[in-house]
C-alpha cells in the first residue's frame, strides 16, 4: 500500500517536472535536428510536418526509479512555416510552430485517462550572421510559447501549459570533412508562473521553474547529395520547480540520443526518420522509444 501511494505521487511530481514534455514532445527544452541552421536564401519559405511518437515505461524521482507498471504515451504532430528573409544585411527567419496531438495513460497511469487537442503556439526567428553561400553558420533564436493552447488544471494530460515561456537558443553548424557535417546547439529556457495550477490535491496553486539549460551535439554523414545519417547526443539539467512557495527538489538531469537519416526524395523535399531514447534521467518519465517522421518542403 505504501509503494502505491509512493508511486502515485512520484507520477504526479513526475507531471509537474515534465510540464514542458507533456505538451511538445520529450521533456527536453528545444530538440532540434541537424540542419536546422542553415541560412537560407531571401525570399525562401519552408513547410514542415512532424509526427512524434513516445512511449514512457520508467518512473525517477530524484534518480530512484519509482514502482510503476504501466506507461504514458504521446502522439504529437507539429505543423511549422519559416520564413526567410533580409534585414538590415542579417538573414532572418521568423516562424512559427503549432503542436497538436493525443497523451494516454495505461496499467498504473490509467486514471489519468486520455486527452487530445492543440498544444501552446511558439513563435520564433533566427539572426544569421552568415550567408546562404557560406558552409559554416552561426545564428542566435528566441522563442516565445503563448499561453494558447487546451489546458485544465484537473486534467493532468493537458497539452498547454497556462504560462508564458522565453527561450534563447544558439546554434553553429560546420562541416569537418567533405562528407562530415558536425551541428552544435545550446539554450537556456526561462518559465512565467502558472497561476492556476494543481497542488496535487485538486486544489488551485501557482507553479514557478527555475530556468532549464540545453545542450545538443549532432554529426552527419553525407551518404551522397541526397542522404544522409545522423546521430545526436544531448543533455538537459536545471528546471526546479516550486508549487506554493515550496521548492520540490526536482531538477532536471538527462541525457538522449538519436539516430536517423535524411533523404531528399526531390529536391525540394526531404523526409528524415529518427528514432530517439532517454538514456539517464533524475526526475519525470524516461523515454523508452520514441520515433518521429518529419516532412520538409523548400519553395
Known sequence: MRQKLHARRAVWAALITNAVGLSFAPA?????????????????????????????????????RSPLNGSLSSDIGIARGVHFMDIGGYIVNPQFLLPFGRLRGKGDLENLGSNSGVGDLILAAA????????????????????????????????????????ALQAGYSTPLSTQVTMDLMGD???FGKNDDADDGAGGRTTLKQKPLFDLQAHLRYHVDAATDLRFQVAHSLGGETKLAD?????????????????????????????????????????????????????F
Open 246 to 298: 515550496e521548492w520540490q527538489d526536482n531538477r532536471q538531469s538527462a541525457t538522449r540520443i538519436k539516430l536517423g537519416v535524411g533523404h531528399f526524395m526531390t529536391p525540394q523535399t526531404q523526409l528524415l526518420a529518427s528514432y530517439n531514447r532517454d538514456l539517464k534521467v533524475r526526475e519525470g518519465f524516461k523515454i523508452n522509444n520514441g520515433i518521429q517522421l518529419r516532412l520538409l518542403h523548400v
Open 188 to 190: 537556456v529556457t526561462v
Open 127 to 166: 539572426i544569421f550572421t552568415s550567408k546562404p553561400e557560406d558552409k559554416t553558420h552561426f545564428a542566435l533564436m528566441p522563442y516565445v510559447w503563448l499561453p494558447t493552447g487546451q489546458y485544465s488544471r484537473n486534467d493532468p494530460l493537458s497539452l498547454g501549459e497556462n504560462r508564458w515561456k522565453f
Open 28 to 64: 527536453h527544452a528545444i530538440d532540434l535536428d541537424a540542419g536546422d541552421y542553415t541560412a537560407l536564401a531571401p525570399d525562401t519559405n519552408v513547410g514542415l510536418l512532424y509526427y512524434q511518437h513516445a512511449k514512457r515505461e520508467q518512473l525517477y524521482a530524484q534518480g530512484n
